[in-house]
């Protein structure tokens, strides 16, 4: 049986957007936290991206003693995660890169540490081969950015062992993330399928004349993604179902969705769509940076997660709520 030591240092391994978001929410929830990449300027840029959304994540939830005096920075992989109790990497997606970077995580870091990847679409059976302990490595693949969305999709690799799998759940959920754990590996998981999925139909209604860019994200925005928002689309059907609930729209509502299906759409992504969707959105964006933009979003999403949290017995945070 596998055993994990408590989880008081963390590591980020790789500290771009995705690794810098990790070390803010760590660092939040009342962690040590040292950061490791080999970029130049990359503890500038790692100071900066925390300064910056250290409000925001702190609106979410902010632990006792919690500081970002509490990150440090080396450019030496093995020093970061030396004593790291748990090291979440965010290496760029290249799969030769993660197998030599996970077989270096492995001998560097505790025996009894837990390795999680970040990444969105490579197996941890591919991550894990190289590695002498592959038993405590599992993909931990947040939804961006990690410090504000809690979902992440834990899945282990064919020698994962499933107290890692068990522990990486209890340690997400108890640091305010909302974990799912996958049984099968899929390439990308399943968040980025689910919206894969959606967008290439969104697309396929541009492509076609349907509407244009900035109505097809208010289709989305102002309507069912304001319920899933809510609830995820099993629960809403049961809704859906009115008295008679799932079973009802199962039997009397399900037919007419899967003739939907067979008139679903698959968009040649042609040089001049690309050119239209991005047309469209800097029109809609209206003149505001990406900065801005992303501010926005962060703060309505804060502001829905605390609805959330106060309603939802079962979300992230609410026994601290209650």
């Keep these: 049986m596998t055993s994990h030591r408590p989880v008081h240092r963390v590591a980020i391994v790789g500290t771009g957007t995705i690794g810098a978001s990790w070390a803010t929410h760590y660092l939040v929830r009342g962690f040590d936290v040292t950061a490791t990449d080999p970029a130049p300027a990359a503890e500038t840029a790692l100071r900066s991206y925390v300064a910056g959304a250290w409000d925001a994540a702190a609106a ?182 009115g008295e008679g609930g799932i079973q009802h729209f199962m039997d009397t509502l399900m037919p007419r969705m899967v003739g939907f299906w067979e008139q679903l759409g698959t968009p040649e992504f042609t040089p001049e769509l690309r050119d239209t969707i991005v047309s469209g959105v800097l029109k809609e964006a209206d003149g505001h940076s990406v900065d801005e933009l992303s501010a926005r979003r962060d703060a309505m999403l804060a502001a829905l997660l605390a609805v959330r949290t106060q309603h939802d017995p079962s979300g992230p945070d609410a026994k601290e709520a209650t």
């Design 60 to 241: 979410i939830g902010l632990a006792p003693g919690a500081s970002p005096d509490r990150l440090g920075f080396t450019p030496d992989m093995r020093q970061a995660v030396a004593d790291a109790d748990f090291v979440q990497e965010n290496a760029p997606e290249r799969p030769e890169l993660k197998v030599k970077l996970f077989a270096d995580l492995d001998d560097a870091t505790p025996p009894d540490s837990i390795i999680a990847s970040s990444s969105s679409g490579i197996t941890m059976s591919d991550i894990q081969v190289d590695c002498r302990h592959p038993e405590r490595t599992v993909i931990g693949h947040p939804f961006n950015p990690p410090h504000v969305v809690p979902l992440v999709e834990v899945v282990g690799g064919t020698r994962t062992a499933p107290e890692t799998v068990r522990d990486a759940m209890s340690f997400y959920a108890a640091i305010g993330k909302k974990p799912i754990h996958l049984k099968k590996e899929l390439p990308g998981h399943v968040a980025n399928r689910i919206q894969a999925a959606l967008y290439r139909e969104v697309v396929y209604l541009v492509q076609e004349g349907v509407l244009d860019v900035a109505d097809s994200d208010d289709a989305v925005s102002w309507g069912p993604g304001l319920r899933w928002g809510v609830m995820g689309p099993h629960l809403l059907w049961h809704l859906g179902g």
